[in-house]
């Protein structure tokens, strides 16, 4: 009888927090019990637990690195804001595709290309605790986002096209951050 795998992406997950004796253990257990037969989701659902328990751990332990990742953030955010980059990206775009197609599109991916960056540049520069800044940059990014919202009439097409960017853009945070998490450790 061959072993059952967990699931790659969570044990990548799982590696990327930063208490090594308590995380050796606990994916110990966490392998041992996955072979067992137990299920996909429920290796998945206890590897975000841990890593929320983990999160937060670290939160409370730096805090300040925390502030430092939303500077780092912001600053990125700001100069690709500022440089007009993504807009000068797909500008070229609106020949090809239309006008229709291209406000859905700019709503998109232009939030997504500049939040993208700012989850790298957090990944690479706090490479100690880089799930933890990552996620932390990705949650502040959502509660702006929803905070922005609140005076906006729902399911009017500016609203729509709102949160299709607030998506991009929390997506973007993610995907740019863990980009920079495995590409300092590499999934195994």
């Known amino acids: ?29 966490l392998l041992e019990e996955h072979q067992q037969r137990r299920s996909p989701t429920w290796y998945w659902r206890q590897v975000l637990t841990i890593l929320g328990i983990s999160v937060s751990r670290d939160l409370w ?29 797909l500008d070229g775009a609106l020949p090809v595709i239309g006008l229709g197609p291209y406000v859905v599109v700019l709503a998109a991916l232009e939030p997504f290309l500049i939040c993208a960056p700012a989850g790298l540049a957090v990944a690479l ?15 502040a990014l959502f509660v ?32 740019g951050g863990f980009l920079g998490c495995a590409w300092v450790h590499p999934p195994s």
């Open 144 to 175: 702006f986002l929803v905070c922005l919202s609140a005076n906006r009439a729902h399911w009017t097409l500016p609203c729509v096209l709102f949160w299709e960017s607030a998506v991009f853009a929390v997506a973007g945070a993610l995907v």
């Open 61 to 89: 332990d730096h805090w300040v690195l925390a502030l430092r990742a939303l500077a780092v953030a912001v600053g990125f955010i700001v100069i690709f804001q500022r440089l007009h980059l993504a807009s000068r990206l």
């Open 1 to 29: 009888m061959s072993a059952l795998k967990p699931p790659a992406l969570a044990t990548w997950l799982l590696g990327l927090t930063d208490y090594s004796a308590w995380n050796d253990a606990v994916a110990g257990d």
């Open 125 to 139: 520069t706090h490479r100690k605790r880089q799930a933890t800044m990552v996620l932390v940059y990705a949650a």
